[in-house]
């Protein structure tokens, strides 16, 4: 086998146990406050805040370390509302035809529908692509290794990033949504992930009255 080559751990901390328990009880606390939004302000981002949190992003873990992912930051009014005109349309055939009762039925205490004025509104949307394989500089193509959960796994970090600064979000996903590819310009083999809106909240924003599972109902012990 091939030589890996290795260098010394230099980044990790190690907390006294107090401060172990205090740093993850601040970390749930303040991420139990975030909430999914889509009633958005067109108040503009702080520059520069957006790139802190994809290199949040950019730290997470992936497949063989392939990093099988793009994201593209939409701030453009203009292609903002090529998106939304081409999500609305898909989001139309979605509620009228394609979803089954099932689906909108679950979605109704969110209160969706095909409107969706925070693709206009909102001061920045992140779309998130999957490559299911990177491309050498000759072409050729070499595999990636559990592209969506690693894909997945940043866009969560992500969207941590962006509540701890301060920024709301919503993982919005028209579907199909291979429009994406088209408006901005990405290569046949990126897959869209997931469309995240992010901005400030509108000052009169309501979220829907649903509850997070408690941790007995999602956690279980050996
Ligand atoms: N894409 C649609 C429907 C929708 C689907 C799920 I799953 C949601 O959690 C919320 C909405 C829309 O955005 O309205």
């Not at 990636?144 to 796994?153: A, F, I, K, M, N």
Request: aromatic share 10%; charged share 25%; net charge neutral.
């Amino acid at each position: 086998m091939k030589d890996a080559s290795f260098l010394p751990l230099s980044t990790y901390r190690e907390y006294p146990p107090e401060e172990m328990l205090e740093r993850a009880k601040e970390f749930a606390d303040d991420l139990q406050r975030r909430r999914t939004i889509r009633d958005f302000s067109d108040r503009p981002l702080p520059p520069g805040l957006i790139e802190y949190c994809l290199q949040a992003a950019l730290s997470a873990p992936s497949g063989a370390n392939m990093q099988p992912w793009h994201f593209a930051v939409v701030r453009d009014p203009e292609i903002k509302h090529r998106i939304r005109l081409a999500a609305e349309l898909e989001e139309k055939e979605f509620y009228t035809h394609r979803a089954s009762a099932e689906w909108l039925e679950a979605l109704q205490p969110l209160g969706t529908d095909e409107h969706k004025p925070f693709l206009d509104a909102a001061p920045c949307l992140i779309a998130v692509f999957v490559q299911k394989f990177g491309l050498l500089p000759d072409g050729r193509k070499f595999k990636h290794y559990y592209p969506t959960e690693s894909v997945g796994l940043a866009t969560g970090m992500l969207i941590a990033a962006l509540h701890r600064a301060g920024v709301a979000t919503l993982t919005h996903t028209p579907s199909p949504m291979k429009f994406l590819n088209k408006i901005l310009g990405r290569p046949k083999h990126e897959r869209p992930f997931l469309l995240i809106v992010a901005g400030y909240p509108r000052d009169d924003a309501q979220v829907p009255d649903i509850r997070r599972r408690e941790l007995k109902d999602s956690v279980s012990y050996f």
